[in-house]
């Protein structure tokens, strides 16, 4: 009997690669999303996203906000604009806030701001190109600054993000929704920054800017930031960034060889990880 051989199926592109991850929020995809690309993942989350949509603060800013409209929104995260709504709609303020936020000129840092604001029913006036806050400053500065002004804050540190708008607003009036810090538990990060240090990582990926810093930080503790920032440069391990927003702060920490999808997107970096592998894979 004359057996037929079935398609011969390429091999997975990550296989043989062993990743780690920083992720908080959403890592159980993307470790999924490594798995089924082949890899092997190592994952040392090196933050927590703290909830503040119960916190007395944003219920009162909300409610400040209401009563006196502020000129300009500017939104630094969908995720956290979607959360301060939902929270106000839970406690009653939701309806008031949403029509003013309809009435007011919006301005989003990147496309899932923007996203989540047309979601919300809200127009986006004007968008950062590059999704950096600082195009955001220059374009509020470029137009004659503002007289009340409201930030949503993407959880790092609030005194950064408002400096900038102070300069040229009357009143900057600040929206924290979430706030990010270092995870009760480091014990998988420092596995991580020491996996790093040993070159037993093929790569390394970073979906928020604070997981870099936040992972720098712990090899500081350890003594190894050196040691950390060295071994990510492309070659020995290489790091991997979600966007634009992140790579910015990678580099600004000092590492270089980044690899970057050109959607800020999970899977479109696990994708722009695979084909950056597939070359490595063919040369051996």
């Given at each position: 009997?004359?057996?037929?051989?079935?398609?011969?199926?390429?091999?997975?592109?990550?296989?043989?690669?062993?990743?780690?991850?920083?992720?908080d929020r959403r890592a159980d995809a993307q470790l999924?999303?490594?798995?089924?690309?082949?890899?092997?993942?190592?994952?040392?989350?090196?933050?927590?996203?703290?909830?503040?949509?119960?916190?007395?603060?944003?219920?009162?800013?909300?409610?400040?906000?209401?009563?006196?409209?502020?000129?300009?929104?500017?939104?630094?995260?969908?995720?956290?604009?979607?959360?301060?709504?939902?929270?106000?709609?839970?406690?009653?303020?939701?309806?008031?806030?949403?029509?003013?936020?309809?009435?007011?000129?919006?301005?989003?840092?990147?496309?899932?701001?923007?996203?989540?604001?047309?979601?919300?029913?809200?127009e986006v006036a004007w968008s950062a190109p590059n999704?950096?806050?600082?195009?955001?400053?220059?374009?509020?500065?470029?137009?004659?600054?503002?007289?009340?002004?409201?930030?949503?804050?993407?959880?790092?540190?609030?005194?950064?993000?408002?400096?900038?708008?102070?300069?040229?607003?009357?009143?900057?009036?600040?929206?924290p929704v979430y706030r990010w810090s270092l995870p009760?538990?480091?014990?998988?990060?420092?596995?991580?920054?020491?996996?790093?240090?040993?070159?037993?990582?093929?790569?390394?990926?970073?979906?928020?800017?604070?997981?870099?810093?936040?992972?720098?930080?712990?090899?500081?503790?350890?003594?190894?930031?050196?040691?950390?920032?060295?071994?990510?440069?492309?070659?020995?391990?290489?790091?991997?960034?979600?966007?634009?927003?992140?790579?910015?702060?990678?580099?600004?920490?000092?590492?270089?060889?980044?690899?970057?999808?050109?959607?800020?997107?999970?899977?479109?970096?696990?994708?722009?990880?695979?084909?950056?592998?597939?070359?490595?894979?063919?040369?051996?």
């Amino acid at each position: 009997m004359v057996r037929h051989a079935g398609p011969v199926s390429e091999p997975l592109p990550l296989a043989g690669w062993r990743v780690g991850v920083t992720a908080d929020r959403r890592a159980d995809a993307q470790l999924d999303v490594l798995r089924r690309r082949g890899a092997d993942v190592l994952h040392g989350c090196t933050m927590k996203t703290l909830d503040l949509t119960r916190d007395v603060r944003l219920l009162e800013v909300s409610r400040g906000l209401v009563d006196q409209p502020p000129d300009t929104l500017v939104l630094e995260t969908g995720m956290g604009l979607t959360m301060w709504l939902e929270a106000m709609d839970e406690l009653g303020v939701g309806a008031d806030l949403r029509s003013v936020l309809a009435g007011i000129e919006v301005i989003a840092r990147g496309p899932k701001a923007t996203s989540a604001a047309r979601r919300a029913g809200l127009e986006v006036a004007w968008s950062a190109p590059n999704e950096q806050f600082a195009e955001i400053a220059s374009h509020v500065a470029d137009t004659g600054g503002r007289r009340r002004i409201a930030l949503q804050l993407d959880g790092t540190d609030e005194e950064v993000l408002v400096a900038p708008l102070a300069a040229t607003c009357d009143e900057v009036v600040a929206v924290p929704v979430y706030r990010w810090s270092l995870p009760d538990d480091t014990g998988p990060a420092r596995m991580l920054v020491e996996a790093t240090c040993a070159e037993e990582l093929g790569a390394v990926t970073f979906t928020t800017k604070q997981a870099a810093v936040h992972l720098v930080e712990i090899a500081a503790a350890m003594g190894r930031r050196d040691e950390l920032v060295a071994a990510l440069d492309g070659d020995r391990v290489v790091p991997v960034s979600v966007g634009p927003v992140c790579s910015a702060t990678m580099r600004v920490l000092g590492m270089s060889g980044l690899v970057e999808p050109e959607r800020a997107r999970l899977v479109a970096m696990v994708d722009a990880l695979a084909d950056h592998a597939r070359p490595s894979d063919s040369a051996a």
